[in-house]
């Protein structure tokens, strides 16, 4: 989750319009990574993509879930057994510390594997639905594999970002193609290892799962490859883009687009509570989660208290390589995003808000914004109405329920939210008057762990849904049957059928209605009774 680029991207190192080459290099000391790059991925390579993942489809397609199974405990066990290797990847690759690897890369994986083994049959199996007045016909819904899916992933979780969508991809069948960003190349071949072994271990093919790398013409080529659906998850600018082009071939997308998350915090929540969730919800990985907290509406009876005891706390956090293994906050993980964050937070600051701690890149090497604690905003300011996707605590203060529900609805976006309150009556009115795709009370950000739930946002934070059964199918080709309910045939009346008896057809259908839909008993009774000198036409 967060802002991944369909347009080209500027590279840190070399020339900014040379797209043939992918730097790899970590973001808290700068150093290359592996070979320090590799070559893009070109359009006719996307293409053979695609047509081999087509080509090793056919056989998944017919895989039982038992099968599936199997190659999902295989990758559980991977998992589980090379914690460490994992998180040391991504903390190398993304610059995020190792706790917050642990916290954001593997938590959500296992769980959706979890979800999947335990509710993915259920949710995949044929569905039988009423067939209302068609009394003689049976209804079924079928979920059929869609064939190919395009993913594009982001660069905030390296691991989760190409697991989390993949394992239900898969699991309904399909075979995915992965376009991973330009920013987190490096543990692509690794990651990816963990699904093509598991898979081939159970007799599948490895084409099943394959990756292209890039920059933003990568992803166009691959949303134009013929794939069968798009995931994207990104900014909306580059949302809409994904959405356009798509468009020309009408292929359907699933966007995540990012949220500008509100955490309300009422004058009777648990207070210390309320200020470790706050610390979690917008120091974790840097600040670069799509449900980060990015706007912190207190209470004005506990505003200054919380304001005191947020500060303390950041002025005593480190921040520096997560390597040194003594740091609570790691780096930014795209070049870019500091110009962002730089210039949301000058706009603050010029408009009367107050840098309370940090407001500026931390001098040195390395990709760092010093974590940052920001007062006296108002809803004029963009730090209020515009992702800054990084550690930036930005606080208002309101005093009545009415105000901060029209103050948390007063953005743009409409990904996530929290209530924080002991009251579970006022928690739950709050929660439900909040224009969001997800909110959580009492607790921030665990909706996303939830995975029986969907995920996804409102207003310019996106369309369609992740996780829960309705984010699975989101990978299947939808479909109604109406088959015979008795073994023998009922045929539509003599007045219906061609050539038309006008008027005896009309007369029967009309009571036929009546019969059907009348609204009493008595009309219907009625309607019955009148049939019973039509039954010779019947």
């Keep these: 989750m967060g802002i991944h680029h369909l347009q080209m991207s500027a590279a840190p190192h070399g020339s900014a319009t040379d797209t043939s080459v992918v730097t790899m290099f970590n973001p808290a000391t700068m150093a290359p990574l592996g070979k320090g790059s590799v070559r893009a991925t070109t359009r006719d390579e996307v293409i053979a993509a695609v047509a081999r993942g087509r080509a090793a489809q056919k056989q998944w397609a017919k895989s039982t879930f038992a099968q599936r199974n199997a190659v999902l405990n295989r990758i559980r066990r991977f998992i589980l057994d090379h914690q460490t290797e994992i998180c040391e990847l991504s903390m190398k690759d993304s610059g995020k510390t190792l706790m917050d690897a642990h916290y954001g890369e593997l938590f959500p ?81 690794y990651y990816g290892s963990i699904l093509k072994d598991a898979l081939v271990a159970e007799g599948f093919s490895a084409d099943l799962v394959q990756f292209v790398v890039g920059w933003g013409d990568v992803g166009a080529s691959l949303i134009s490859s013929g794939v069968d659906k798009i995931f994207f998850t990104g900014s909306p600018e580059n949302g809409r883009r994904v959405m356009a082009e798509a468009a020309k071939t009408l292929t359907p997308v699933v966007l995540e687009l990012g949220g500008k ?46 304001v005191g005891a947020v500060v303390a706390r950041v002025k005593s956090m480190s921040q520096g390589p997560p390597e040194e293994m003594c740091h609570d906050i790691g780096a930014m993980t795209m070049p870019r995003q500091l110009d962002i964050i730089e ?70 976006y409409g990904l996530g939210a929290s209530v924080f309150t002991r009251n579970a009556a006022r928690g739950q009115r709050i929660a439900e008057a909040l224009v969001s795709g997800m909110c959580v009370i009492n607790d921030y950000g665990i909706s996303y762990v939830c995975q029986s739930l969907p995920f996804g946002g409102v207003k ?11 984010g699975l199918r989101e990978c299947t080709r939808t479909k109604a049957i109406l088959s015979d309910r008795f073994p023998f045939t009922v045929s539509m009346p003599r007045a219906w059928q061609y050539p038309i008896a006008q008027k005896d057809g009309v007369e029967l259908a009309q009571r036929m209605i009546r019969l059907i839909y009348g609204a009493s008993l008595w009309e219907k009774t009625k309607a019955a009774v009148s049939m019973v000198p039509m039954l010779s036409k019947l």
Aim: charge should be negative; hydrophobic fraction near 45%; proline fraction near 5%.
């Design 109 to 189: 994986v296992l769980e959706k594997i979890q979800f999947l083994l335990n509710e993915g049959e259920a949710g995949l199996s044929p569905e039988q639905r009423s067939s209302g007045s068609i009394l003689h016909k049976v209804g079924t819904v079928f979920y059929q594999p869609l064939g190919v899916i395009g993913i594009l992933a982001p660069f905030n979780w390296p691991f989760h970002n190409i697991m989390c969508p993949v394992l239900p991809v898969l699991y309904a069948g399909n075979a995915a193609v992965i376009k991973v960003s330009e920013w987190t190349t490096y543990s692509c071949d």
């Design 343 to 412: 210039g949301l937070v000058n706009d603050a600051l010029a408009s009367g808000a107050r840098a309370l701690v940090g407001g500026r890149r931390k001098p040195g090497k390395g990709l760092f914004w010093e974590p940052t604690v920001l007062v006296d905003v108002n809803h004029t300011m963009r730090i209020m109405r515009e992702e800054h996707f990084g550690p930036v605590m930005v606080i208002m203060k309101w005093s009545t329920d009415d105000e901060v529900i029209e103050l948390a609805n007063d953005c743009p």
């Design 261 to 306: 998350d509100p955490m309300i915090i009422c004058e009777d929540a648990n207070f210390d509570h309320a200020v470790a969730q706050a610390m979690l919800g917008i120091f974790t990985s840097c600040g670069q989660m799509c449900v980060g907290t990015e706007r912190f509406y207190v209470h004005e009876s506990i505003y200054d208290a919380f």
């Design 460 to 470: 310019i934070s996106g369309i369609g849904r992740i996780n829960g059964v309705e």
